[in-house]
């Protein structure tokens, strides 16, 4: 089964381009030093991105053009020579583009959560769709069910959210549920917030989000890509920077910074402010995890050998 992210990440394209029209056109025109580095990626990651760069391109002299209008179509334009360097989302099981440096820049993440008085502290693959499912053939109704004895728990209440302008539930639905739909038992909440009001509310809520923002009435609950048999499959893992880059969580989707060898020379000084503490800290202020340092460092180092 292949993620579909032609829908995903161009399902907000024509909003998302108007909103951005206007500034992404000025900064276009803005070219520091002799020469342009024209910059391509995820539609998701232009509002991230777009004032860091330009910030930092503005300190260092370094022009800049950016294109953020789908990850599809950057990784065509890089294939074909048309982009010097870009921000795309490459699904876990996806090849990386051939004649390409490929380095980590961020990551989404569907994150579970539960009331703080819920003794359940990791949970499965194959729980969470017989839990949302619509397809699941032996539906989770009760905490009962997932072995979780606890007499204050009622029949599970699960909860969404309907973000119309992240991946969190798409997300989901490709790691958790197989591909399937939602089933018709699922609320939606109308936002984080009001997702977090009604786990707080409902000690048998659980619920799905992008980036946990910490609340001590709530907690984060582990999640292992299978149930059955034995192996490394087995070992539940929480959503941190470090599982996450890892691949040992089983629900996320990598964004990387991809170049063409040969134009290695030329975006080494945008790609080191892509990979900078600074960009760091922006991505993590939102609802994605940066690349951990180690790894960006790694990253920086490789292009200063020429990678």
Wanted: hydrophobic share 45%.
């Amino acid at each position: 089964m292949e993620l579909n992210l032609h829908y995903i990440f161009n399902m907000k394209k024509i909003s998302l381009r108007l909103l951005f029209a206007s500034a992404l056109l000025a900064f276009s025109g803005i070219a520091f030093g002799a020469e342009t580095i024209l910059l391509c990626g995820s539609d998701l990651m232009a509002p991230i991105l777009k004032d860091e760069i330009l910030k930092q391109a503005k300190e260092n002299g370094i022009g800049v053009k950016l294109d953020m209008v789908g990850s599809f179509g950057a990784l065509e334009k890089i294939k074909r020579g048309e982009c010097d360097i870009a921000v795309v989302a490459i699904p876990k099981g996806s090849s990386f583009p051939k004649d390409c440096a490929v380095m980590p820049f961020a990551y989404q993440a569907a994150i579970v959560v539960v009331n703080v008085v819920n003794p359940i502290e990791e949970i499965s693959l194959n729980q969470l769709y017989d839990i949302f499912s619509k397809n699941s053939n032996s539906r989770a109704e009760t905490w009962t069910q997932l072995g979780v004895k606890n007499i204050g728990l009622r029949n599970i209440l699960p909860l969404i959210t309907s973000f119309s302008d992240n991946v969190v539930v798409e997300l989901f639905k490709y790691s958790a549920l197989k591909g399937t739909n939602i089933g018709s038992w699922v609320n939606v909440a109308g936002g984080k917030q009001n997702m977090y009001n009604m786990i707080k509310a409902n000690n048998s809520a659980i619920g799905i989000v992008g980036k946990f923002d910490g609340d001590n009435m709530l907690k984060v609950v582990a999640v292992s890509k299978s149930s059955d048999g034995g192996g490394r499959g087995n070992y539940a893992f929480r959503p941190d920077s470090d599982s996450i880059h890892n691949g040992d969580y089983p629900m996320s989707l990598g964004f990387y910074i991809v170049c063409r060898k040969s134009a290695l020379e030329k975006v080494r000084p945008l790609a080191a402010i892509l990979l900078s503490d600074s960009m760091a800290r922006t991505v993590n202020s939102t609802d994605f995890f940066s690349a951990p340092e180690n790894s960006r460092k790694k990253s920086i180092l490789e292009l200063d050998m020429g990678r």
